[in-house]
């Protein structure tokens, strides 16, 4: 059983999830902003240069320690710079259009953004999924993915647009709201989650291929691990991507993620037919790129996801192939049952077959988990996301990405 609520962000109890929704019209968008960024943003303002570092600190400490999302609750501020401020700025969150709860546990959120040039609002979809040691969100870097990987449902969606840094991040600020994971929540609530907090890890595995908006995605961690406010350890946060070779190196000098890779196929023509990147950037130079990612180690290793599909890329022929692709390289084997979807052909892997691949690869001395398919029911498992926003034409694509940051 999985619970679907339609949220009217107008209506919403403030002290669970605060009215944060609005059209951000003229103002600039502070979230997102990395501390420099901030800074800068200031810069325009009337506030006297001494004093900018500390009205940044400020402002940094209500956003991502407090999560305040009106300047009229920031009120270690005086009222006349708090009306100034908001004035010229926004803080406002995305709109929640849904939340869905799954029979366990997982939640799923379609996102609305603000409007357009043309002014349509597009949605992005993040998800939440708790376990007993851990809870992980897993979010969105695009509105849409231009990769049409053939087993996953977002890739029968075509790209809309990037999200900005502020998009990318304040998908962790919703789901603090929606978890009441801010400090003032827990102590109302009296409900303090094991580890301290609720959201311990992120994964950027959502809809889009993150290396395809690198300047935002790297802002958005730059936001996401800052030790002064959402504070997530870049070792607990995962950058996922398709392939996407020439950013690969960069990625791990600029970005310090760990990394993932979606394989899965260990020949060319399996992995063309699957990934189509592939054909732009085969096998071999994506594991090529792996060897060289920066800070590679027995300490941080590289997970590469292979999903289970029957008849497609699931032997022991297969499994054995992908040892030999992964000899010499620091690494992780997640193995992830195909997750079915509207109009699909594709059909998980029998079980005792996925065992089967997972001893062979186990037994090279490969960590293989299986992952546990979570949120089926609610269409927010693994390459089961797709927003409903409304396609548009390549030409008018053209005109909506985003500036960086």
């Known amino acids: 059983m999985s619970i679907s609520l339609d949220i009217d962000h107008r209506a919403t109890n403030s002290a669970t999830a605060p009215d944060c929704a609005t059209l ?45 999302c009106e300047f009229s609750d920031m009120t270690s501020i005086s009222k006349q710079l708090r009306n100034d401020l908001a004035s010229q700025f926004d803080i406002s969150r995305l709109e929640m259009v849904t939340e869905q709860i799954s029979s366990d546990g997982t939640r799923k959120w379609l996102l609305r953004l603000p409007a357009d040039e043309l002014g349509r609002r597009h949605e992005i979809e993040t998800v939440y999924i708790p376990e007993e040691d851990r809870g992980t969100l897993c979010i969105s870097s695009q509105v849409g993915c231009t990769l049409t990987c053939t087993f996953c449902h977002t890739g029968t969606q075509t790209l809309v647009r ?30 303090v989650p094991a580890n301290g907090r609720f959201i311990t890890n992120v994964v950027l595995m959502g809809m889009g291929e993150p290396l395809f908006n690198f300047d935002n995605v790297r802002d958005a961690v730059d936001v996401i691990s800052n030790g002064d406010g959402l504070s997530v350890s870049k070792r607990r946060i995962t950058l996922s991507t398709s392939g996407v070779v020439p950013e690969i190196v960069r990625a ?57 599909i029957k008849g497609v890329n699931d032997t022991a022929e297969d499994a054995r192939r992908l040892v030999q692709l992964l000899k010499g390289i620091p690494a992780k084997v997640n193995l992830i049952p195909f997750n079915p979807w509207p109009g699909t052909d594709f059909e998980c892997s029998d079980w005792e077959q996925i065992e089967v691949f997972a001893r062979i690869v186990l037994k090279a001395g490969y960590a293989s988990p299986v992952r546990t398919p979570r949120g089926r029911d609610i269409l927010a498992a693994c390459g089961q996301l797709k927003s409903a926003s409304q396609r548009l034409k390549k030409s008018e694509r053209g005109a909506l990405q985003p500036a960086a940051g």
């Open 24 to 68: 951000r019209g003229a103002r600039r968008s502070l979230v997102g902003l990395t501390q420099q960024g901030l800074l800068d943003a200031l810069a325009g303002t009337a506030i006297p240069e001494k004093q900018r570092r500390m009205r940044m600190s400020q402002l940094w400490n209500w956003l991502y320690v407090r999560g305040a």
């Open 162 to 191: 990037n999200l900005t840094a502020g998009e990318i991040a304040g998908q962790i600020l919703i789901a603090r709201d929606r978890l009441g994971e801010w400090p003032h929540m827990i102590e109302a609530a009296g409900n």
């Open 252 to 308: 791990g000098n600029e970005i310090g993620a760990m990394l993932a890779i979606s394989l899965h196929g260990t020949t060319d023509q399996i992995r063309n037919q699957l990934v189509p990147l592939n054909r732009k950037y085969p096998i071999d130079q994506l594991l090529d790129a792996c060897r060289n990612y920066p800070g590679l180690s027995n300490a941080r290793r590289i997970t590469f996801e292979y999903v289970m």
